[in-house]
């Protein structure tokens, strides 16, 4: 177990004890003094072969510990790390190691989905590079096949995951296939068949004639496509006039078994029984009146094509049409196509729409602007395709999960999400669970061919419970792959055994995932786990933020607007690439900007550089006294309150906001300040005084690498190694809260004078273009008694960042305008100190720069503002070179404005 610094002093412990902790210092500088520069190459991979080694990512299963659970949403077996894993992994991390930090028992399960479609789409196209398709090898052997692949590559983004510091249960991998799993998924869907959840039916599917599969709806992606309407005469039966009707599928026409108009459409009343003839094909179809047409659009007269669309297979089925399915699974025209079997779909409908137009039957086409839906993983325009599925009805899962959410037991970060989660699961539809692949949970369903009964079962029946019959058959469906992912909580733990881990770990605490599967899988994940494991699955989620390419647009490979994440990890490491992340993800569409990352990597390097000083230059570590100087209670101070705010900050889950506070207190305060501050004592003569600078800073250097290790675990993980009592491993410390009890307000407010004041010498020295080591003698002009007490006791601290001193105190009116004569006035808060200019620079040759500066600036807006005033300019000129030319206008109005107050400041009125 790791051992740190009391507070603000160093330990103290036998004689033995002092001499491994001085031993450790002296080695800690022989190394640092070989690493002049942080290379996060160096020691990310060397840190997490030590972290997998110890084993410290698997729970310790310590009843006395508070558990604390995050599944890792299971990555599909065929997928690479992108920018979305990057940030939604980085934001677990966080979380599993800080939770750890504070005493928690903390599991977060690693492991990965077998990506039904996916997964088979890959090993297709190997079978394919072979000239074999899988029905050509047979269903066990391409089920072989894909075992195989899996185990040559469906490890990839698992070892990407460790590339970026995610502290996984790695020893404890799931996968969605596995034997445990397996068995899970088989109960459920026995016990849903068996309440009459599950159900077998011929219903209009989503098809993906690629993928040969129905898809659910939330699995269809939409995109505008610009197409043709076309409007066609139907001749009606024993007449010479027509309806027309207006269609962007023509090739669906073949299927047509009625021609629907609104019973309010005064046009068409009189035609409402009558009979028409289907062109190309001669089938007599009949008008019906429904009032779902939409009197607007297209002539108000609609085919019908239950077969093929869902809104007229619902009209189908209310008036009892036919449904003539025309299309074969693999998208082309079937036998009840007549002349046009055997044609893919586009050529079927350009041969339909000539034909039409050789007949007279094409009245006119327009352009036509929709929504077409498309396979999410292949891209296939889906096809409305009635077939014998298997579905699940919703509505009774669905209300107890509405109820969880309604109540606040599961609560979601940004909140307005728990509103589209709610919108949907009110208006939830039966969910279409089977697919025709031959990867997945193959259903465990049964025919017998002997009495057609169906058997399901979650073992295999030997015979039929019914008969007694022997010939049996298994369901050729897979499951939707999203069927098992609603699983994931629970059966990763055990279920349906009531193992320890289960009974540990469920319901998890916190899910983190992206906005676009809040249906998909979150509501379901709700959903099985009230009904199978008796309670929520967790009781927050998260919904990380969409990482857009740096124009908007999404990242995307297709694009080329895509950004590997693991090229970052190579060229910044991955500290800084998590740390860059976390900072950048503020809202909910966030432009990625490669800047958050190279900051992200200077801040690693600034921490480093500030670790190297402090473990090189400290005093031999033995007790020293616990006594605090004026800085060393500010900067105290101040870690007490950046600790506290960053854990408010960390229990909103407003990662972004933690970073900044990260950022701010270690770069502004501790490196810029602190350190510089400390200097004065490190290197002084003193050595009570060196000891006591060293205790702090040890103390404080600890406690910054703790603060910091969720968010930079690989580079606090090594600095706190050379640490003096670097044992163990920084997971294992305790989590700094901070406490706003513990802020020393008097220090923090006197420090903030100081720094005002430093910095406004600073500024005016940097104006004067006064070297920075030529020192400077200032008098104080000020009726308060606190400041010329302050400055007055910490008057060293002036000198050695400012290089001035101040010689002494001024006041009445004529002594304060005697000194005012030829020196330069900084404003403190409070007062102003005046620094005589003689000896500092040539004030003469100062002048005349200022000038001259002036002059030149003068002209230039005069220039500027001259194009300005040219009306012939600005009505003539392209509005982008006005618009630059009033920016540039604006920008030496500021400029002028500044060097003659800069001009005022130091030689009174002129300047011109």
């Known amino acids: 177990m790791r051992r740190f610094w009391g507070k603000g002093v160093l330990p103290g412990g036998s004689s033995r004890d002092r001499e491994r902790r001085n031993g450790r210092v002296q080695e800690t500088r022989e190394q640092l003094k070989k690493n002049k520069r942080y290379s996060p190459a160096d020691i990310e991979s060397k840190w997490m072969e030590r972290w997998l080694e110890a084993g410290i990512f698997s729970p310790r299963l310590d009843a006395e510990r508070e558990a604390y659970c995050i599944v890792l949403p299971p990555p599909n077996v065929t997928g690479s790390l992108h920018m979305g894993h990057a940030l939604n992994a980085s934001f677990q991390d966080l979380l599993i190691r800080l939770n750890r930090m504070r005493g928690k028992d903390t599991l977060w399960v690693c492991g990965t989905d077998h990506a039904g479609i996916a997964t088979q789409n890959q090993v297709e196209k190997q079978l394919a590079r072979e000239g074999l398709s899988r029905q050509d090898v047979?269903?066990?052997?391409?089920?072989?096949?894909?075992?195989?692949?899996?185990?040559?590559?469906?490890?990839?983004?698992?070892?990407?995951?460790?590339?970026?510091?995610?502290?996984?249960?790695?020893?404890?991998?799931?996968?969605?296939?596995?034997?445990?799993?397996?068995?899970?998924?088989?109960?459920?869907?026995?016990?849903?068949?068996?309440?009459?959840?599950?159900?077998?039916?011929?219903y209009m599917v989503n098809w993906c004639t690629r993928?040969?599969?129905?898809?659910?709806?939330?699995?269809?992606?939409?995109?505008?496509?610009?197409?043709?309407?076309?409007?066609?005469?139907?001749?009606?039966?024993?007449?010479?006039?027509?309806?027309?009707?207006?269609?962007?599928?023509?090739?669906?026409?073949?299927?047509?078994?009625?021609?629907?108009?609104?019973?309010?459409?005064?046009?068409?009343?009189?035609?409402?029984?009558?009979?028409?003839?289907?062109?190309?094909?001669?089938?007599?179809?009949?008008?019906?009146?429904?009032?779902?047409?939409?009197?607007?659009?297209?002539?108000?007269?609609?085919?019908?094509?239950?077969?093929?669309?869902?809104?007229?297979?619902?009209?189908?089925?209310?008036?009892?049409?036919?449904?003539?399915?025309?299309?074969?699974?693999?998208?082309?025209?079937?036998?009840?196509?007549?002349?046009?079997?055997?044609?893919?779909?586009?050529?079927?409908?350009?041969?339909?729409?000539?034909?039409?137009?050789?007949?007279?039957?094409?009245?006119?086409?327009?352009?036509?602007?929709?929504?077409?839906?498309?396979?999410?993983?292949?891209?296939?325009?889906?096809?409305?395709?009635?077939?014998?599925?298997?579905?699940?009805r919703?509505?009774?899962?669905?209300?107890?999960?509405?109820?969880?959410?309604?109540?606040?037991?599961?609560?979601?970060?940004?909140?307005?999400?728990?509103?589209?989660?709610?919108?949907?699961?009110?208006?939830?539809?039966?969910?279409?669970?089977?697919?025709?692949?031959?990867?997945?949970?193959?259903?465990?369903?049964?025919?017998?061919?002997?009495?057609?009964?169906?058997?399901?079962?979650?073992?295999?029946?030997?015979?039929?419970?019914?008969?007694?019959?022997?010939?049996?058959?298994?369901?050729?469906d897979v499951m939707d792959t999203w069927f098992s992912s609603a699983l994931w909580p629970f059966a990763t733990l055990?279920?349906?055994?009531?193992?320890?881990?289960?009974?540990?770990?469920?319901?998890?605490?916190v899910l983190v995932t992206a906005r676009d599967i809040i249906f998909l899988w979150v509501a379901r994940m709700v959903m099985m786990g009230l009904e199978f494991a008796g309670d929520i699955p967790y009781s927050d989620v998260i919904i990380n933020p969409t990482i857009m390419a740096k124009d908007g647009r999404r990242m995307s490979k297709s694009l080329g607007t895509g950004v590997d994440p693991l090229e970052l990890v190579e060229e910044y490491g991955a500290d800084a690439t998590r740390f860059g992340l976390l900072n950048m993800a503020s809202t909910q569409d966030v432009r990625f900007a490669d800047e958050r990352i190279e900051m992200s990597r200077n801040f690693g390097n600034k921490i480093f550089n500030a670790a190297r000083f402090v473990l090189m230059g400290v005093e031999e570590v033995e007790p020293a006294p616990s006594r605090a100087t004026?800085?060393?209670?500010?900067?105290?101070?101040?870690?007490?309150?950046?600790?506290?705010?960053?854990?408010?900050?960390?229990?909103?889950?407003?990662?972004?906001?933690?970073?900044?506070?990260?950022?701010?207190?270690?770069?502004?305060?501790?490196c810029d300040w602190y350190v510089e501050i400390a200097k004065?004592?490190?290197?002084?003569?003193?050595?009570?005084?060196?000891?006591?600078?060293?205790?702090?800073?040890?103390?404080?250097?600890?406690?910054?690498?703790?603060?910091?290790?969720?968010?930079?675990p690989f580079l606090t993980e090594e600095l706190a190694s050379?640490?003096?009592?670097?044992?163990?491993?920084?997971?294992?410390?305790?989590?700094?809260?901070?406490?706003?009890?513990?802020?020393?307000?008097?220090?923090?407010q006197q420090m903030e004078i100081l720094m005002e004041t430093i910095t406004s010498v600073r500024t005016l020295?940097?104006?004067?273009?006064?070297?920075?080591?030529?020192?400077?003698?200032?008098?104080?002009?000020?009726?308060?008694?606190?400041?010329?007490?302050?400055?007055?006791?910490?008057?060293?601290?002036?000198?050695?960042?400012?290089?001035?001193?101040?010689?002494?105190?001024?006041?009445?009116?004529?002594?304060?305008?005697?000194?005012?004569?030829?020196?330069?006035?900084?404003?403190?808060?409070?007062?102003?100190?005046?620094?005589?200019?003689?000896?500092?620079?040539?004030?003469?040759?100062?002048q005349q720069r200022l000038q001259a500066a002036i002059a030149a600036k003068k002209q230039e807006l005069e220039r500027a503002q001259g194009k300005l005033a040219n009306e012939k300019f600005v009505s003539r000129a392209p509005e982008a070179v006005v618009a630059e030319e009033r920016r540039k206008e604006e920008r030496f109005r500021g400029e002028l404005q500044e060097l003659e107050q800069q001009y005022r400041r130091f030689f009174g009125a002129g300047g011109s």
């Open 138 to 202: 047979g269903r066990e052997e391409f089920e072989r096949r894909v075992w195989r692949w899996r185990e040559q590559y469906g490890s990839t983004i698992i070892n990407q995951l460790k590339r970026l510091g995610c502290a996984l249960d790695y020893q404890g991998e799931r996968f969605t296939l596995d034997e445990g799993y397996v068995r899970a998924v088989y109960r459920v869907f026995t016990a849903l068949y068996e309440k009459g959840y599950i159900y077998r039916d011929e």
């Open 211 to 392: 993928c040969h599969t129905a898809l659910s709806d939330l699995e269809v992606e939409h995109r505008e496509d610009e197409d043709r309407f076309y409007y066609i005469r139907y001749p009606l039966k024993d007449s010479d006039e027509y309806l027309t009707i207006a269609t962007a599928r023509p090739e669906t026409m073949l299927g047509d078994t009625a021609v629907a108009v609104n019973p309010r459409d005064g046009r068409y009343r009189d035609y409402v029984g009558r009979t028409v003839v289907l062109p190309l094909v001669g089938r007599e179809i009949p008008v019906i009146a429904d009032e779902y047409v939409d009197m607007e659009f297209g002539t108000g007269a609609l085919k019908i094509t239950p077969a093929h669309d869902p809104n007229d297979f619902e009209i189908g089925r209310k008036h009892g049409l036919a449904e003539i399915n025309v299309f074969t699974p693999d998208g082309r025209i079937n036998q009840e196509g007549g002349r046009f079997e055997g044609l893919e779909l586009e050529d079927a409908r350009q041969q339909i729409v000539a034909r039409l137009e050789r007949d007279g039957l094409l009245e006119r086409t327009e352009p036509y602007r929709h929504a077409v839906g498309t396979c999410y993983r292949c891209g296939t325009v889906i096809e409305p395709y009635i077939s014998l599925q298997w579905f699940m």
């Open 394 to 476: 919703m509505d009774e899962l669905a209300r107890p999960a509405i109820e969880a959410v309604e109540s606040g037991r599961v609560r979601f970060h940004p909140g307005r999400w728990a509103d589209v989660y709610l919108d949907w699961m009110r208006s939830i539809r039966p969910w279409c669970i089977s697919r025709q692949l031959w990867w997945g949970h193959r259903l465990p369903v049964w025919y017998c061919d002997d009495c057609d009964e169906v058997i399901v079962r979650e073992q295999a029946p030997a015979t039929c419970p019914q008969c007694g019959g022997s010939r049996l058959r298994q369901e050729e």
């Open 494 to 509: 055990g279920w349906p055994e009531e193992t320890e881990r289960l009974k540990r770990f469920y319901p998890t605490d």
């Open 630 to 670: 004026m800085a060393d209670r500010w900067i105290e101070s101040r870690f007490a309150a950046t600790a506290a705010a960053v854990n408010r900050e960390l229990d909103a889950y407003d990662f972004a906001e933690a970073t900044r506070l990260l950022y701010r207190f270690v770069w502004n305060e501790f």
């Open 680 to 712: 004065q004592r490190l290197y002084g003569d003193d050595e009570e005084a060196r000891r006591q600078v060293s205790a702090h800073l040890l103390h404080l250097l600890d406690g910054i690498l703790r603060l910091l290790h969720p968010f930079m």
């Open 722 to 748: 050379l640490m003096p009592d670097g044992d163990g491993f920084l997971v294992d410390a305790a989590y700094p809260q901070g406490d706003d009890a513990d802020r020393d307000r008097e220090a923090e």
């Open 765 to 846: 020295r940097s104006e004067l273009r006064i070297p920075p080591r030529k020192q400077a003698r200032a008098l104080l002009v000020t009726g308060d008694e606190a400041l010329a007490g302050l400055l007055a006791e910490h008057g060293g601290m002036l000198a050695s960042l400012a290089a001035t001193v101040i010689d002494g105190r001024v006041s009445g009116e004529e002594e304060v305008a005697a000194a005012e004569e030829g020196a330069a006035v900084a404003l403190v808060p409070g007062g102003r100190l005046l620094i005589p200019l003689e000896g500092l620079i040539d004030v003469e040759a100062e």
